[in-house]
């Protein structure tokens, strides 16, 4: 790392020579708060996710005396916390938009070496760590089986999405699994800037439709294919709904201040609430047409609204929210394989299983804290020579 650090330093100067005045400040606490969520959501899927049978089973549950169809119910309920990978790429979407446009309006480009360099310096310090702990270490010390070389290729090149759409997921990656939304968001952190750079900020929108075009018409031809699930889900095309919808928040809310009526906000955040009771509820036979076609791009869209509507308000930004939402990268990092290894060394009866779940999740937190601390933070104080546009402080 600090043969990467010296690179960077010896390649891009230092935004000192920026005035003072051009480095202005865009920090939203409150969108913290929701990313934080978005993890939670993410943790909710990874610790209750499983099939109706076992929740008809499960010790817990058994003196309510679920029915099959409640026990469906459940199991249902807890997929859909997928939902917060999508909104993680909103976020990121529109954040990173806002920013290059802030960068823009101030110093009149983009600069690309200043953003790349902010983008490595964020990403790849903990990236790598968890690539080494869950393909090196981890193994080693027999907690989980060793990961196949072409999912190693794979997530080391920032395509380890593409690797499960084409090979599925086995449970033997869970411990880096989660990583495969950083390779979409890596993704989309190397043609963003170039895009928006080639074609103008006046042409952003259409570029924004075209992903929104391109992400259905890539479901629907895989659906015409009857593509497996694990194509179907992990591809990039599945997931640029709330990446287009991002970018578009961003362009739209550009040098304006919306503020909306609180009924309207009650109508945005009930059509929400609808979208996430359609998925949950509807049933689809017809080999994920509807899903795919109609409830994939809902979610995109129902994740902007939801960032807009946090912006709104302070709600999210009271503490401890923001500080949670500042490590929610080691969270979401980390949380895979510290489950993988307290499942190793911990009882797995039914009544164990469910307390051990906030003891998980505070150990998540306790090394992610630990993480940010001593080596996101010292790196982040060094990406701020590299910052035009101020955001999170460190």
């Not at 000192?16 to 969108?31: G, I, V, W």
């Not at 989980?144 to 794979?154: D, L, Y």
Request: charged letters at 15%.
């Amino acid at each position: 790392m600090s043969a990467v650090l010296e690179v960077l330093d010896v390649v891009v100067p230092s935004s000192e020579q920026f005035a003072p005045t051009q480095r202005k400040s865009y920090y939203r606490p409150q969108l913290d708060g929701l990313r934080f969520l978005a993890f939670m959501a993410v943790y909710f899927q990874h610790t209750f996710h499983a099939g109706a049978d076992y929740y008809l089973n499960w010790a817990v549950l058994r003196p309510l005396h679920l029915s099959p169809a409640a026990a469906g119910v459940i199991s249902r309920l807890t997929e859909t916390g997928g939902m917060g990978v999508d909104l993680f790429f909103a976020l990121s979407s529109y954040l990173i938009t806002e920013l290059l446009l802030r960068e823009i309006k101030q110093t009149g480009k983009i600069h690309l070496k200043y953003f790349y360099a902010r983008r490595v310096l964020r990403i790849w310090p903990v990236y790598g760590l968890v690539l080494f702990l869950g393909i090196v270490l981890i193994p080693a010390l027999g907690i989980s089986g060793r990961i196949p070389p072409v999912f190693i290729a794979g997530y080391i090149f920032f395509a380890g999405n593409w690797s499960c759409a084409f090979l599925g997921s086995p449970a033997v990656l869970f411990t880096i699994g989660p990583l495969w939304s950083i390779s979409i968001e890596e993704q989309f952190y190397l043609l963003w800037p170039l895009s928006i750079q080639r074609l103008g900020v006046k042409h952003l929108k259409w570029l924004c439709a075209g992903l929104l075009v391109s992400a259905e018409l890539g479901r629907l031809f895989m659906c015409l294919l009857n593509a497996p699930a694990n194509m179907r889900y992990f591809s990039t095309f599945t997931h640029l709904d709330p990446i287009a919808w991002g970018a578009l928040l961003a362009l739209g809310t550009k040098d304006r201040a919306l503020r909306p009526s609180v009924p309207l906000r009650a109508l945005i955040g009930m059509g929400c609430v609808g979208i996430i009771l359609l998925a949950l509820l509807y049933e689809d036979g017809s080999a994920g047409y509807v899903s795919d076609l109609l409830i994939t791009p809902m979610y995109g869209f129902c994740c902007a609204a939801i960032i807009f509507l946090v912006l709104q308000s302070q709600f999210l930004a009271v503490k401890p929210l923001p500080y949670l939402g500042k490590i929610s990268f080691g969270l979401y990092a980390y949380h895979a394989m510290i489950l993988v290894m307290m499942d190793k060394f911990v009882a797995q009866g039914s009544w164990v299983k469910l307390l051990m779940i906030p003891t998980k999740l505070l150990v998540t937190i306790a090394v992610a804290a630990l993480s940010y601390k001593f080596l996101e933070a010292p790196i982040l104080k060094f990406k701020e020579r590299f910052t035009l546009v101020q955001s999170r402080p460190v």
